[in-house]
């Protein structure tokens, strides 16, 4: 496949990049990369986000052409007549940007690259490079850059959105699926120039009272403790949000502070939104809950992060899961 991806890129023309909806910071740091790659080897690029990525991760986008689709699908439509190629990063099957870009991506009639590490994907594109054990996809760009034989052409600005994605997708480098091949990325991206001070300062300094105080009040007021199983639960309504002026991305990592509770291997956010309700699934140890989020909330992802949608309210989602929890823990 890499050889396939690589005669791809040297006939490609006006290449569009495409990540998933809510581009989290490995969404947003594989665009990023693989932007500037084509761009180092003389293509013209543009990215497509189906929506605004949270605040914190806009300045990752500077000197990036990018489009979001909510607003400008009609700019990229017409550039997409003029384009052979169309990459799909950090997503596995074309529902996972959204309802209102989906058929965009579906009926793309030039050829399609995956370029992926979620487990089982869908057969929409037609060079798949997909490897689960990997970290991250920002991980995989790396490596698909290595393999192809352009490693001289990595530099800090590349290796910049490289570095974020592996950060962010694996909880600043502590999950089971970071190796030492991330390790020795990591030193390489550091050793061509990337400050990797400033990119943690950029994702984790930037709080707000109103983001602090929205956290403060779902640690302090919303956190449930299950009592019989090793499971922690936050959740907040619209309302709640409302009330601390949420933005996007305020919310962020919140799972991760419930699965840090000594004794919890299971935590579960609920964030109620227009649509309905999200669900943010993060585990360890000998729990998984990817097939759990897949079956019952429509989702799906990593044997220890999941996510989930449910078109019901907070009050009737929260009960469909107590009604499940039981099969979590089996």
Known sequence: MIQSLKEALLNCQNPIITTHKSPDGDAIGSSVSWYHFLKKIGKKPIVVLPDQPAVFLLPFLENVEYFVFESDSSKIIEFSETSNLLFCLDYNGSGRVGATMESFVRDFSMQKVMIDHHPNPDSFCDIIISRTQICSTAQLIYDCIAEMDYLDLLDAEIGKGIYLGIMTDTGSFR???????????LAKLIEIGVKHYEIHEAIYD???????????????????????????IISLSKEEQERFHCQKGDTE????????????????????????????????????????????????????????????????????????????FQ
């Open 253 to 328: 990592g919140l799972v991760n502070v419930i699965l840090s509770i000594e004794g919890i291997s299971v935590a579960v956010f609920f964030k109620e939104e227009n649509e309905g309700v999200k669900l943010s699934f993060r585990s360890k140890g000998k729990y998984f809950v990817n097939e759990f989020a897949s079956k019952y909330f429509g989702g799906g992802g990593h044997k220890y992060a999941a996510g989930g949608i449910s078109s019901s309210n907070l009050t009737v989602t929260m009960n469909q899961f107590h009604s499940l929890v039981q099969e979590l």
């Open 175 to 185: 999950f089971p699926s970071v190796d030492k091949n991330t390790h020795l990325i």
């Open 206 to 232: 930037v709080n707000t009272i109103d983001r602090l105080q929205l956290r403060g009040y779902a640690i302090a007021e919303k956190l449930e403790i299950h009592k019989d199983y090793p499971l922690g």
